[in-house]
């Protein structure tokens, strides 16, 4: 493990994680407004219009980050029906996120262990709000248990659909011998989300 990833895992200064958080949000948006762009441009203008730049400490651009993203899912669902609109989703945030995966992975240092990767994603999880627990399994896999997510309470089950392809990206981003894989999602009823996370053997 790298010294950076050793000292940023043990404390991170707020102004980090709020710039961390904007780049997250900034990123996502624009990829989302991409596909706006094309299916749905008046849409897009109205949501542009209407919004403000979020204000406050951390909670209140999470919230503002989610409404952003419910709203702009909300209407590309409108433009293109709900499954197509989560497949174009998912398959434009997922280099999104494979891209934020990189950034942190050049700032923090090498992350070539299962343990660098726990390490890394809690920090990049802190900055949304994020608590989880990362399990072995048998077969040698890992299992990610997220008990406490701050956005789950914002977003519709589309919206986390959608962007759960960017964090699927990060790991890759973080370290392309590894893949992580959502197989249940709070805002789908149950009351954790379980990822799975293993090396990727292609």
């Given at each position: 493990?790298?010294?950076?990833?050793?000292?940023?895992?043990?404390?991170?200064p707020?102004?980090?994680?709020a710039?961390?958080l904007?780049?997250?949000?900034?990123?996502?948006?624009?990829?989302?407004?991409?596909?706006l762009?094309?299916h749905a441009p008046?849409?897009?203008?109205?949501l542009r219009?209407?919004e403000r730049?979020?204000?406050?400490g951390l909670?209140a651009?999470?919230?503002?980050?989610?409404s952003?993203?419910n709203?702009?899912v909300?209407?590309?669902?409108a433009?293109?029906?709900r499954?197509?609109?989560i497949?174009?989703?998912?398959e434009?945030?997922f280099?999104?996120?494979v891209?934020?995966?990189?950034?942190?992975?050049?700032?923090?240092?090498?992350?070539?262990s299962?343990?660098?990767?726990?390490?890394?994603a809690?920090l990049?999880?802190k900055?949304?709000?994020?608590d989880?627990?990362?399990?072995k399994?048998?077969?040698?896999?890992?299992?990610?248990?997220?008990?406490?997510?701050a956005?789950?309470?914002y977003?519709?089950?589309?919206?986390?659909a959608?962007?759960?392809?960017?964090?699927?990206?990060?790991?890759?981003?973080?370290?392309?011998?590894?893949?992580?894989?959502?197989?249940q999602?709070?805002?789908d009823?149950?009351a954790?989300?379980?990822?799975?996370?293993?090396e990727?053997?292609?």
């Open positions: 493990m790298s010294l950076r990833l050793a000292l940023a895992s043990w404390w991170t707020k102004r980090v994680l710039e961390m904007d780049r997250v949000e900034k990123s996502t948006i624009a990829a989302l407004d991409g596909l762009e094309n008046a849409a897009l203008a109205a219009a209407a730049a979020p204000e406050g909670p651009r999470r919230a503002a980050m989610a952003a993203h709203a702009r909300h209407a590309l669902v433009a293109l029906g499954e197509e609109a497949s174009e989703g998912r434009a945030l280099p999104v996120g891209m934020l995966g990189q950034e942190a992975r050049d700032k923090l240092g090498p992350v070539d299962p343990r660098d990767l726990e390490r890394a809690r990049l999880y900055a949304l709000g994020i989880f627990t990362l399990e399994l048998a077969d040698g896999g890992m299992m990610m248990r997220v008990h406490r997510c956005l789950a309470g977003y519709t089950a589309e919206s986390c959608v962007l759960s392809a960017a964090d699927e990206g990060v790991v890759r981003g973080l370290n392309p011998e590894f893949k992580m894989q959502f197989e999602r709070m805002t009823g149950p954790e989300c379980l990822a799975r996370i293993e990727d053997k292609k």
